[in-house]
């Protein structure tokens, strides 16, 4: 199992606990993450039961700074970490940019961007010492343009955007893909929030995770660096 594990971020709801499921039942080794203890290992123990050969529970605020070492270290406990997906995030207000309190901005930042910067600090040095890695920023296509009432959202995928491709230009000699990719419209909690009606009609978040086990396990060089969308790998 060494470097084949799967480390996502956020998996207690929505598409990343869909992304746990989807990956332990493709039989790869994994680790996943809840804000708090008793969701991270409700998780655990549930992809255990579709066949995980092998997970770790980490658990934690994305705001705490220990946060990105623990996961690296859990990583380590199933054999290494080869794929890391960023999924765990936030919404944010919903109101014009200028109506945003500045401290209500960059909570949204912190979350969305410096907390993604940090789990990357901690876990793409064992990807490097072992010559290989995956790393997927999820984003959104609000990362690629703009809406009105969207701005510290709009704002942190676009810096999302930019985080994977300055990886893949620091690091992409080294091994590392690195690649922003956009689920597109998930039928979750925070698409509710962000359309303010019935979701049903978009993608099943067990569809989506589908898209990405067949994703992860075609990607290669070609796709370093790119933002990208789901789509053309759901079943």
């Known amino acids: 199992m060494d470097g084949r594990a799967v480390l996502i971020t956020g998996t207690h709801r929505g598409l990343g606990r869909a992304l746990a499921r989807a990956f332990a039942e493709a039989g790869r080794p994994l680790v996943v993450h809840g804000r708090r203890e008793a969701d991270a290992l409700e998780v655990a123990a549930e992809v255990r039961s579709l066949g995980c050969p092998a997970v770790e ?76 890695g995956v790393v997927l920023w999820l984003t959104s296509g609000l990362g690629r343009f703009a809406l009105p009432n969207y701005g510290a959202y709009c704002a942190s995928k676009h810096a999302v955007e930019g985080l994977a491709k300055v990886l893949h230009a620091d690091y992409g000699e080294r091994g590392i893909v690195s690649v922003a990719i956009a689920p597109g419209m998930v039928d979750t909690d925070m698409l ?27 990607v290669s060089a070609e796709h370093a660096g790119a933002s990208l969308d789901i789509a053309p790998w759901l079943p």
């Open 192 to 218: 509710h929030a962000a359309i303010g009606s019935d979701a049903s009609e978009h993608t099943p978040p067990e569809r989506a995770a589908r898209g990405f086990v067949r994703f992860e396990g075609s």
């Open 57 to 132: 529970a980490a658990f934690g605020d994305l705001r705490e700074a220990a946060l990105g070492q623990r996961l690296a270290d859990a990583g380590e406990r199933v054999g290494g970490v080869g794929t890391l997906i960023l999924c765990a995030g936030i919404l944010g207000p919903m109101q014009p940019l200028l109506d945003t309190p500045t401290e209500t901005f960059a909570e949204v930042m912190r979350i969305n961007v410096d907390a993604q910067h940090a789990v990357v600090r901690a876990v793409v040095p064992g990807m490097l010492a072992r010559g290989r």
